[in-house]
């Protein structure tokens, strides 16, 4: 009886192995060149998307250099127009320092007189012009001489000054931003010269004295 359900239960699972063997389908040849049109298909797939990120690298490359480009344009463009007002500003610079001298020398009892509140709304018009382009007078009264800002025309020793420090003005300076139009003309203290030592004075006396004495030893024997 047990043989007999161990050989029923063996012709069953050869049954189902049978069956299963007969679903199992062969690659046909159909499906050989469905298989291999889909790897193609892939493949170009993954060439085009390799080849669209190079050009979209390619692109933002060529947008970065023309930004910079016009960057570049744009900083030469504001160079040249500062360097242009520069050049203009420094030719009015004159005239300002004319207006300023006029001012200055005119008599007292004229400041009522019609041409010279004329001459004096024409200075203030040309001041006003000239700080709105950002020029600015260089600070000269008890600075330190720089060589940057001051241009010196003498050095000389002054009471109540120290050495290097600025005396007086001759002539103004001016600056534009960060560049010097003009450096301002400046007198500039110089340190004291030594005070001799009595000591020191009373030693060059005698050197004096011993030489004067030896001139005259000289001449003397000369004479006999």
């Known amino acids: ?58 692109w933002q490359r060529t947008q970065a250099e023309f930004s910079n480009y016009k960057k570049r344009q744009e900083a030469g463009r504001v160079q040249m127009t500062a360097l242009s007002n520069a050049a203009l500003l420094r030719k009015l610079l004159p005239a300002v320092d004319d207006f300023e ?16 509140e004329g001459i004096s709304l024409i200075q203030q018009k040309l001041d006003a012009l000239v700080e709105s382009e950002g020029v600015k007078a260089v ?18 020793e ?10 007086a003005e001759v002539q103004g300076g001016y600056t534009l931003g960060e560049r010097v139009l003009r450096p301002a003309l400046v007198r500039v203290a110089k340190a004291p010269a030594p005070v001799p030592q009595p ?20 001449t003397t024997k000369v004479k006999e």
């Open 1 to 58: 009886m047990a043989k007999r359900k161990k050989k029923k239960k063996k012709d069953r699972v050869e049954a189902v192995v049978e069956q299963v063997e007969g679903e199992i389908v062969e690659p046909t040849e159909e499906t050989t060149k469905e298989q291999n049109e889909l790897e193609r298909i892939t493949q170009e797939l993954e060439e085009a998307k390799a080849q669209a990120a190079e050009y979209l690298d390619g």
């Open 199 to 218: 000591e020191a004075e009373a030693a060059e006396s005698d050197n004096e004295q011993a030489t004067e004495q030896d001139q005259n030893n000289d």
């Open 101 to 116: 001298r006029a001012m200055a020398t005119c008599p007292t009892d004229t400041d009522q007189a019609t041409w010279f």
């Open 158 to 167: 002054a009471e109540g000054f120290q050495e290097g420090q600025i005396i």
């Open 139 to 156: 600070e000269t009264e008890g600075q330190a001489f720089d060589p940057r800002y001051h241009e010196a025309v003498t050095y000389e």
